[in-house]
């Protein structure tokens, strides 16, 4: 358990605006070991988003190294980065991004569409699996206007592990969702997490970062703290500790 | 693999939005089905127009003899006797694709006699292949044959001004006898009315013989007035021309030096009007072809393009999840390509249809060419590939993040 899935070292990213260059991360360096449950913190502005965008390989530093699973993520193409992303990262979104009017079984199959080596037979087992692990075996064929949006957002983690990534990666995961269905998502990635996948989760909720196992605080593009959570809360017990129906 | 995987892909997008890609489909099943209709309906016109102006006789090719003496006092061609039967053995003998029907021609005037009546009129004497060359119809009765002819059987076939001067009650001549400066005939066949000609001759004042029967039983020479031929085609005319003019030259033993005692006629203007009418008819079709199909095209790109703004999101998400520019390029085009074959097929089919459905509810003559079904076909999966392109490219060209975030 003690292989870097990420090295990041000394990592700046810059754009230029204009005759303006603003420097959104300014000297980033840590890394991640497998099994962890990472979140990355900050507020708007503290370069959290470019921070997202550079691990899950959609973006290239301007400055530093990047080494994800061993890969040196800077030297690679647009191409090179695509199948990166295809099968070494799982990208789970604030917004779901489940294709609409697909079943919930062709959205999870659709990463596997694009790895050649994958056979059609196969991309259909790890997609049932897939979707088992989430605990939706039995909504294969619905398509996501038949879904909550917790269960929605449970399809887009099945998608996000049908790869076997060696990193899940989620944006604000939890942003669209009531308090009870976060807590529902989280015990579902800290079970995930216990099964040994690697978690890095951004989000700007303190009560969410509560549940991982480190957490990075980012401020004004600067690591502003970087602390390991002795005591990791269970997502299921707060679950359970919610009142049972506030509805009235 | 890598294909069929894109395959499914493009083929799973277009499920989700059926109504979409039906409505883009239509620009392309208007088009290709209103090239087919309207080739089919000009083809037809254009034939039926051919076909009526060809029944003037456009094919025909006329032998005259003619003088080649320059001096002295110059005979009219029907008096010059130069022509013989040899000359239509020798182009007979060319067995020339560019020749479909040749017939000797001898004719003289006289009185037509049956009973109390008669009529002054002209028997010419042909072989069988003229009621083709000229195309004339038997109303009635049958041809004679072959074999008349060489027995110079003394059968007639009689046009319908000479019917009324000479059966004017009305009775039916088939199987009745005439005479002919003296001579009966009996009436095998009637000739249905073709009125007059261009020049205001009566084409139905005519009696039709063997010309042999003419030539022994009448005139008792052995010289033509003139020889008639059809080319197969109004465009293979000009070379039966040249090819009976060598024959004739040949036949009659012409040195090189010498000029043509005879000369051969073709009905150069008919065929000229033919020709034009044809490619007018011809341009005009394509043009009404080729805007449709473009109009069409269009529509492809309109919707292709809209869809790639409408589904950046989706471009956006498949990116990140590992798709390459080429990938969600090839999806795009194929997409494209799948809307156009599917209209494409489906305009065919329209169209054919809708074809029959005129010709059988207007009465129209219709014609369905292959050529016009495989172009339609070809250029609107052309059109596809070509305006479902651009849209490809610029969805391929996204910045995964920017389409991600894109609202």
């Known amino acids: 358990m003690e292989q870097k899935i990420l090295d990041i070292k000394d990592l700046k990213r810059e754009f230029v605006m204009g005759d303006q260059t603003v420097r959104a991360l300014k000297g980033i360096t840590f890394d991640i070991k497998a099994g962890e449950f990472v979140t990355i913190m900050g507020s708007s502005g503290s370069g959290k988003t470019t921070l997202l965008n550079i691990l899950g390989c959609l973006d290239k530093p301007s400055d530093g190294d990047y080494l994800l699973d061993g890969v040196d993520v800077k030297s690679l193409n647009r191409d090179e980065l695509a199948g990166l992303r295809n099968t070494k990262i799982g990208f789970v979104f604030q917004a779901y991004n489940l294709l609409p009017r697909t079943s919930a079984l062709e959205n999870v199959e659709l990463p596997l569409f694009y790895n050649k080596s994958i056979s059609a037979e196969e991309r259909k087992n790890r997609a049932i699996k897939s979707l088992e692990s989430v605990k939706l075996a039995e909504r294969f064929d619905h398509t996501p206007s038949q879904l909550s949006g917790g269960q929605q957002q449970r399809v887009a983690i099945a998608r996000a592990l049908v790869n076997h990534p060696v990193m899940i990666l989620a944006d604000e995961a939890t942003g669209n969702l009531d308090t009870r269905t976060s807590y529902e998502i989280m015990a579902l990635m800290q079970e995930l997490n216990k099964e040994g996948k690697t978690i890095v989760f951004v989000t700007h909720e303190p009560d969410i970062a509560a549940f991982s196992t480190r957490t990075i605080m980012l401020r004004d593009g600067k690591i502003q703290k970087d602390s390991i959570n002795t005591n990791q809360r269970s997502a299921r017990e707060a679950l359970d500790s919610l009142p049972e129906s506030d509805d009235y | 693999m890598a294909i069929l995987n894109l395959l499914r892909i493009a083929f799973l997008a277009l499920q989700r939005n059926k109504l979409r890609a039906f ?333 029959y459905l005129i010709s059988f509810f207007l009465n129209w003559p219709i014609l369905i060419s292959e050529s016009s079904i495989v172009i339609s076909f070809i250029v609107c999966a052309v059109t596809g590939i070509f305006f479902g392109y651009y849209p490809a490219k610029k969805a391929s060209n996204l910045d995964p993040i920017d389409a991600l975030r894109y609202e």
Not at chain 2, 42 to 51: A, L, P, T, V, Y
Not at chain 2, 211 to 235: F, G, P
């Open chain 2, 23 to 355: 409505l883009t489909m239509l620009g392309i099943i208007i088009g290709v089905a209103a090239v087919i209709a309207m080739m089919a309906i000009g083809e037809g016109s254009k034939q039926s127009i051919r076909s009526s102006l060809s029944g003037m006789g456009s094919n025909t090719i006329t032998i005259m003899p003619q003088s080649n003496e320059p001096g002295g006092v110059r005979l009219q061609g029907s008096s010059i006797q130069t022509l013989k039967m040899e000359d239509v053995t020798a182009i007979e003998k060319l067995q020339s694709k560019n020749i479909n029907g040749l017939s000797p021609v001898v004719s003289t005037s006289g009185q037509a006699i049956k009973g109390a009546y008669n009529w002054p009129t002209t028997i010419t004497g042909v072989s069988t292949d003229y009621i083709k060359i000229r195309q004339l119809k038997l109303k009635d009765g049958i041809l004679f044959s072959d074999k008349d002819v060489k027995r110079f059987a003394k059968v007639c076939i009689l046009g319908q001004t000479v019917i009324d001067n000479l059966f004017p009650d009305g009775s039916n001549p088939i199987g009745q006898i005439i005479r002919f400066k003296s001579i009966p005939f009996q009436v095998i066949g009637v000739l249905e009315a073709k009125g007059q000609s261009n020049f205001g001759q009566d084409q139905d004042d005519i009696i039709l013989a063997p010309y042999t029967t003419v030539q022994k039983r009448i005139t008792a020479t052995n010289y033509l007035q003139s020889i008639y031929a059809s080319a197969t085609t109004e465009a293979s005319s000009d070379a039966a021309t040249t090819e009976i003019s060598d024959a004739v030259r040949e036949s009659h033993r012409l040195t090189e030096a010498e000029s043509d005692d005879f000369q051969v006629r073709t009905q150069a203007e008919l065929i000229s009007t033919i020709s034009s009418t044809s490619s007018m008819l011809t341009v005009l079709l394509t043009a009404i072809a080729g805007i449709s199909l473009l109009i069409g095209g269009i529509g492809i790109m309109n919707i292709m393009y809209v869809s790639v703004t409408e589904r950046t999101r989706e471009i956006g998400l498949r990116m990140s999840i590992g798709a390459r520019g080429q990938d969600v390029l090839m999806q795009f085009l194929i997409e494209a390509i799948l809307i156009s074959i599917t209209g494409g097929i489906i305009g065919v089919i329209l169209g054919v249809s809708s074809a």
